[in-house]
Nanobody, 120 residues
Framework: QVQLVESGGGLVQAGGSLRLSCAAS????????MAWFRQAPGKERERVAA????????WYADPVKGRFTISRDNTKSTVYLQMNSLKPEDTAVYYC?????????????WGQGTQVTVSS
């Protein structure tokens, strides 16, 4: 089992920045690929960014390319999502997830989520 706890969400104006963190505990963090997903009201959950075990492989959804950066610190068992140039359409609950393959869409462990609200 891997336990994931997100933090760093909040209310920000359009054009602003937020940095989300996800702290992992339980099994060895660097055995897992990590990802960030989001779900807006009335919409399906979507994967926005993912990172490989080593951190060298990264994937981004088209809507966030060039604005979001995923990173990980295996010494701290933490994955981050730096979000810049935020838009109202980025408003959602953001979840971190752990899995075996950063290019896969299926992940095994999930955090409880953190709310991000971007005002126009």
């Amino acid at each position: 089992q891997v336990q994931l706890v997100e933090s760093g969400g909040g209310l920000v104006q359009a054009g602003g920045s937020l940095r989300l963190s996800c702290a992992a505990s339980g099994r060895t963090f660097n055995n897992y690929a990590m990802a960030w997903f989001r779900q807006a009201p009335g919409k399906e959950r979507e994967r926005v960014a993912a990172i490989s075990l080593s951190g060298y492989g990264r994937w981004y959804a088209d809507p966030v390319k060039g604005r979001f950066t995923i990173s990980r610190d295996n010494t701290k068992s933490t994955v981050y999502l730096q979000m810049n140039s935020l838009k109202p359409e980025d408003t959602a609950v953001y979840y971190c997830a752990a899995g075996s393959n950063y290019l896969a869409s299926t992940y095994n462990y999930w955090g409880q989520g953190t709310q991000v609200t971007v005002s126009s």
